[in-house]
Nanobody, 124 residues
Framework: QVQLVESGGGLVQPGGSLRLSCAAS????????IGWFRQAPGKEREGVLC????????VYADSVKGRFTISRDNAKNTVYLQMNSLKPEDTAVYFC?????????????????WGQGTQVTVSS
């Protein structure tokens, strides 16, 4: 049984940082493209970043360029999303997802497994 579990969300002030984790069981993340998505209230889920062996770490959300990075720890079977210089508009539920492919995609429907999400709130 494949399970992805996100953690690390919370309330942070503008300009602060958070690191989200996506821990997997039942699947070896190194064999998948792993995407981070987010969904703000009343908005569609959007791709943020992805990591894979084929295309590196494409950034899908222009608003996070230079602020967010994605990385992988194969020994822990975990993917991370480091978020710096956070802004109120980054407030959303963040999801990680695994795609049975070595290629990243920004499309929600291209991913096979999803975590339950973790809330990130940026507010003073």
């Amino acid at each position: 049984q494949v399970q992805l579990v996100e953690s690390g969300g919370g309330l942070v002030q503008p300009g602060g940082s958070l690191r989200l984790s996506c821990a997997a069981s039942g699947v070896t993340l190194d064999n998948y493209a792993i995407g981070w998505f987010r969904q703000a209230p009343g908005k569609e889920r959007e791709g943020v970043l992805c990591i894979s062996h084929s295309v590196g770490t494409p950034v899908y959300a222009d608003s996070v360029k230079g602020r967010f990075t994605i990385s992988r720890d194969n020994a822990k079977n975990t993917v991370y999303l480091q978020m710096n210089s956070l802004k109120p508009e980054d407030t959303a539920v963040y999801f990680c997802a695994a795609r049975s492919s070595s290629w990243c995609s920004r499309r929600v429907n291209d991913y096979d497994y999803w975590g339950q999400g973790t809330q990130v709130t940026v507010s003073s």
